[in-house]
């Protein structure tokens, strides 16, 4: 077994200290509990040095352009349309006044979208550059820090959102355990991540973008994400993969790997069925996070057939995505 770094406590989720070698990239390692199964970077980079990562070069030449936004303007339309499903499940937590905490809000595109829907919105970010962008040009409230920095009331949101945050964090479980203390009594959140069960790491393997140990510490699947959520105290409503792709997001576009699953999902999305199950996918979602509905496990179907169908398809076609909404 590999020699333990100094800052080594074992596994964020069991604590285990048992683990495997599932591959090296970068001259970094990715390893496997033995025990839960969680993937994490081991030995991780420091603190310093990851937050040294979120630099200006990175907002400015990786970051806005995911967006469409440069140094001094943005698109909020555009916003609205990359956000569309998380602004749909916040929608759903809405009253008026209601509060909104987005933890990792980079440059804080998601709190001016949900600014425009009603919220009192404040953000967290660890990036001095992506936070002074986000209260100079965005015009969102963001406090620069980690979230285990903060001074916040407890209890004090109705909401909180962790969107490709979560496999960032140093200590993902302490994280959720404050997050649970800021919540009011029957607040939500919000959380969406890689999902390791994607069709695009079968094709791409150790190329997909999604590991990277220099930035991604932890490595979720659907089940020990739940477990994770789970061990922070909170009830979960749903967690669900999301049937979208981006067939670029990999280290090597020369690889067969590559090629062969652009093939594939340019094949795939031009089918108007491709299409429609994105439809349902997202409507089971939206269902099942509702917390309103009386249904413990509301039908997307009334043809238990088309239901048996769809489940057969979605078990097979994974998304990058997984989106879990919790409830305190």
Same mark, same amino acid.
């Given at each position: 077994?590999?020699?333990?770094?100094?800052?080594?406590?074992?596994?964020?989720?069991?604590?285990?200290?048992?683990?495997?070698?599932?591959?090296?990239?970068?001259?970094?390692?990715?390893?496997?509990?033995?025990?839960?199964?969680?993937?994490?970077?081991?030995?991780?980079?420091?603190?310093?040095?990851?937050?040294?990562?979120?630099?200006?070069?990175?907002?400015?030449?990786?970051?806005?352009?995911?967006?469409?936004?440069?140094?001094?303007?943005?698109?909020?339309?555009?916003?609205?349309?990359?956000?569309?499903?998380?602004?749909?499940?916040?929608?759903?937590?809405?009253?008026?006044?209601?509060?909104?905490?987005?933890?990792?809000?980079?440059?804080?595109?998601?709190?001016?979208?949900?600014?425009?829907?009603?919220?009192?919105?404040?953000?967290?970010?660890?990036?001095?550059?992506?936070?002074?962008?986000?209260?100079?040009?965005?015009?969102?409230?963001?406090?620069?820090?980690?979230?285990?920095?903060?001074?916040?009331?407890?209890?004090?949101?109705?909401?909180?959102?962790?969107?490709?945050?979560?496999?960032?964090?140093?200590?993902?479980?302490?994280?959720?355990?404050?997050?649970?203390?800021?919540?009011?009594?029957?607040?939500?959140?919000?959380?969406?991540?890689?999902?390791?069960?994607?069709?695009?790491?079968?094709?791409?393997?150790?190329?997909?973008?999604?590991?990277?140990?220099?930035?991604?510490?932890?490595?979720?699947?659907?089940?020990?994400?739940?477990?994770?959520?789970?061990? &922070?105290?909170?009830?979960?409503?749903?967690?669900?993969?999301?049937?979208?792709?981006?067939?670029?997001?990999?280290?090597?576009?020369?690889?067969?790997?590559?090629?062969?699953?652009?093939?594939?999902?340019?094949?795939?999305?031009?089918?108007?069925?491709?299409?429609?199950?994105?439809?349902?996918?997202?409507?089971?979602?939206?269902?099942?996070?509702?917390?309103?509905?009386?249904?413990?496990?509301? &039908?997307?179907?009334?043809?238990?057939?088309?239901?048996?169908?769809?489940?057969?398809?979605?078990?097979?076609?994974?998304?990058?995505?997984?989106?879990?909404? &919790?409830?305190?």
């Amino acid at each position: 077994m590999p020699i333990l770094n100094r800052e080594f406590r074992g596994c964020n989720l069991c604590q285990s200290k048992d683990f495997k070698l599932l591959c090296t990239k970068f001259g970094r390692n990715l390893v496997r509990c033995k025990n839960c199964g969680l993937i994490y970077a081991h030995p991780r980079l420091s603190e310093k040095e990851i937050i040294t990562r979120y630099d200006k070069d990175y907002l400015f030449n990786e970051y806005l352009p995911i967006f469409q936004a440069s140094r001094d303007a943005y698109d909020l339309e555009l916003i609205n349309r990359h956000y569309f499903l998380y602004l749909s499940l916040l929608d759903q937590f809405h009253k008026p006044g209601k509060k909104l905490l987005d933890v990792g809000c980079g440059a804080g595109f998601f709190l001016k979208a949900a600014e425009a829907r009603g919220w009192r919105a404040e953000g967290v970010e660890i990036s001095e550059a992506a936070a002074q962008y986000a209260r100079e040009i965005v015009g969102v409230n963001v406090y620069t820090g980690k979230i285990e920095e903060m001074f916040f009331s407890p209890e004090s949101f109705d909401v909180v959102t962790l969107l490709d945050t979560i496999e960032h964090l140093l200590n993902p479980l302490e994280s959720l355990k404050i997050i649970f203390s800021l919540l009011k009594n029957d607040g939500a959140l919000i959380i969406n991540t890689p999902d390791l069960k994607s069709l695009s790491r079968f094709f791409l393997g150790l190329d997909w973008a999604v590991l990277s140990p220099y930035e991604h510490l932890y490595n979720f699947n659907r089940k020990n994400l739940i477990q994770i959520i789970t061990k &922070a105290h909170f009830n979960i409503l749903c967690v669900k993969n999301l049937i979208h792709f981006n067939p670029e997001y990999t280290h090597n576009k020369n690889s067969m790997g590559y090629n062969t699953w652009k093939k594939s999902y340019t094949f795939l999305a031009s089918r108007r069925i491709f299409k429609k199950l994105q439809e349902l996918n997202q409507k089971e979602i939206l269902l099942t996070a509702n917390r309103t509905c009386n249904e413990k496990n509301p &039908a997307l179907f009334k043809s238990t057939s088309k239901a048996l169908i769809y489940k057969l398809i979605t078990n097979i076609i994974k998304g990058d995505t997984l989106i879990a909404v &919790a409830i305190k």
